[in-house]
């Protein structure tokens, strides 16, 4: 034998491990389908159903009364709501108008206060305008979200939360920074 003909012969084995590989891969795609199916596991091709949260407490209704205070700023501070009602649980958003009625840009933070002073623990904020410094330029408008959840382990005896929130500011007028 020649190494022509070995080589020939290594080319052919190697091309029909080559194609095997290849035949592999391509019988697997419906494999890992039929095998999903037979394990009841979501599988590539099936859009999956909408979540649904069972954390959601539908027999009682919790209602959140809102409040705004803009403390010594020349600011107008409204939740765009009074009061809304909610189910424990149940993912809730509210927005806060500010508007800044000062010739000249201010920073200010929000505090949040709860009543009953209890509630704080059960009333979840997720985003809130209140976790960052708020700078609006002269007269400037702006919505402020706060995305929340009343925990379901709210007592019973709890029906009403009023969440007030408080602007202080942080610059004082004409100071250098």
Known sequence: MSIATDNRRLFVRLAVVAAAMFGFGYALVPFYYQICAAWGVNSLGEVPAKPVNTQIDRSRTVTIELDSNAHGLPWRF????????????????????????????????????????????????????????????????????????????????????????????????GAKG
């Open 78 to 173: 409204r939740p765009l709501v009074r009061h809304i009602d909610v189910h424990p649980g149940e993912l809730t958003t509210v927005e806060y108008e500010v508007v800044n009625e000062r010739n000249e840009p201010v920073t200010a933070q929000a505090v949040p206060s709860y009543g009953p002073a209890l509630a704080a623990a059960y009333f979840n904020k997720l985003e809130c305008f209140c976790f960052t410094q708020q700078t609006l330029a002269p007269g400037e408008t702006r919505r402020l979200p706060v995305l929340f959840v009343v925990d379901p382990r709210l007592p019973k005896d709890v029906n009403s939360i009023a969440l007030s929130y408080t602007f202080f500011e942080l610059t004082a007028r």
